[in-house]
């Protein structure tokens, strides 16, 4: 009997990449590759965005009042966000090293550079600049819970899902039904979001198709050291930083790599974390993370462990400088690795997030805001590498989470239906 050929999904999300870069660069400049091929991409990044919130609030529900312990899930709360600025900082300081080490601005001619538009983010920047600590603080309690589910707003979502769990834990027996309920949802969630994997192939053969038709190779050319430093530091950022940090509590970088291969490549290609939640969940869950560290961890990072992010942000900052010749003494750097730490955390939501937080912290440290324009043309092209690390990222704070825990290989089919406790 022969056996049945099989096409992994991870080729088949690979072939689709392929086969929109030659298509793209076939028809570069070509308007009808935008008319025809952006629907597929964003059809498909419509039905991940329609399943996040769902799974999201279900599975933090379920994991919050399986453990019904206030105490515990504060502790996993600190733990959690002292873990994510310790290595927000170290990315960030990799970035600055590379750009001081490699000087990827130095000689780059800014008349051979064309200027992209970024006035959209400069309006994004002023909105986001009028907030204060304490209105990000207010803002994270929602007044109205079904407002904050229809625009996504992942902290005053966890916010109420980790309230409502702990209110079914507190309620004991009469919890349960409830309990099975969202155990049912995040269940069938689950089964939606393997079917909606069966379309991504077409959807990242549309997106990247349309990306590469835009972009000649004459407009990446004069920012080509730019790029290859952006992806060598990150390959660095990703085997050596959180390669040690896996060593450290008993992993393997190298292992979820290969674990999440298929979440990678489409993280790649859509340069979207959101695509890729739904099944970074639950193959952590599956690997031995508990389901309610999974539930917590990986929706807070969304917003406050962007590591390819941060990364990129101080190397593009030093880029700009050098571009300028704008020599930045070790005081205005260090106020640089200050500001990135503040504005950085709490705005994933925001369109154009990286280009949102350098407009919030150029100006601190006196370097011209539109030297962005000079940079935007090729963003998309970076955006792909450091969504890729941002995944990564939030997939080993996981692991060191559920590990700092001690409860990493806790049974993943556990049923938290039978947890709740009077």
């Known amino acids: 009997m022969k056996r049945k050929f099989k096409f992994p999904l991870a080729y088949q999300i690979l072939a689709g990449l392929i086969l929109g870069i030659i298509v793209g660069a076939i028809f570069y400049g070509n308007p009808a590759v935008d008319t025809y091929l952006q629907p597929l991409g964003t059809i498909f990044l419509n039905m991940i965005k329609m399943i996040v919130v769902p799974i999201i609030v279900s599975t933090l529900i379920v994991g919050v009042a399986g453990t019904g312990d206030i105490k515990q899930l504060g502790k996993l709360g600190g733990k959690t966000m002292l873990y994510f600025q310790v290595v927000s900082l170290i990315a960030i300081v990799v970035g600055l090293s590379a750009a001081n080490i490699f000087k990827p601005g130095e000689g780059v001619d800014m008349s051979s550079l064309a200027k992209g538009d970024i006035d959209q983010y400069v309006q994004t920047t002023e909105e986001v600049q009028n907030e204060g600590f304490m209105d990000v603080l207010v803002g994270i309690v929602p007044s109205n819970i079904v407002e904050s589910m229809a625009t996504a707003d992942m902290l005053p979502i966890i916010f109420f899902s980790v309230l409502f769990g702990l209110g079914i834990a507190s309620i004991g027996e009469k919890g349960k039904p409830v309990l099975a309920f969202f155990q049912g949802v995040a269940d069938a969630m689950f089964w939606v979001t393997n079917m909606i994997m069966k379309f991504a192939p077409i959807g990242v053969f549309g997106l990247i198709g349309v990306t590469v038709s835009k972009f000649g190779l004459s407009s990446l050319l004069p920012l080509g050291k730019l790029m290859i430093l952006v992806y060598v530091t990150m390959i660095f950022f990703v085997l050596v930083v959180l390669g040690g940090i896996s ?40 690997k031995g993370c508990p389901k309610d560290i999974v539930s917590f961890v990986i929706p807070t990072g969304y917003s406050f462990n962007l590591d390819g992010s941060t990364l990129y942000q101080a190397l593009a900052a030093i880029f700009i400088a050098q571009m300028y010749n704008i020599n930045l003494s070790i005081m205005e750097q260090i106020t640089l690795v200050l500001v990135l730490m503040i504005t950085s955390n709490g705005i994933a939501g925001v369109p154009g997030v990286s280009f949102v937080v350098l407009l919030a912290t150029l100006g601190t440290v006196g370097i011209p805001l539109e030297g962005l324009a000079f940079i935007a043309g090729v963003d998309r092209l970076l955006d792909m590498g450091r969504t890729v690390v941002n995944v990564l990222g939030n997939a080993t704070a996981t692991i060191v989470m559920s590990k700092w825990e001690g409860r990493f290989g806790e049974d993943p089919e556990a049923d938290y239906t039978t947890t709740v406790e009077a």
């Open 247 to 286: 060593k450290l509590v008993g992993s393997s970088i190298i292992q979820t790599i290969k674990l999440l291969k298929e979440e990678l490549i489409l993280a790649y290609s859509t340069s979207s974390s959101e695509t890729v939640l739904p099944k970074l969940m639950e193959k952590l869950q599956k």
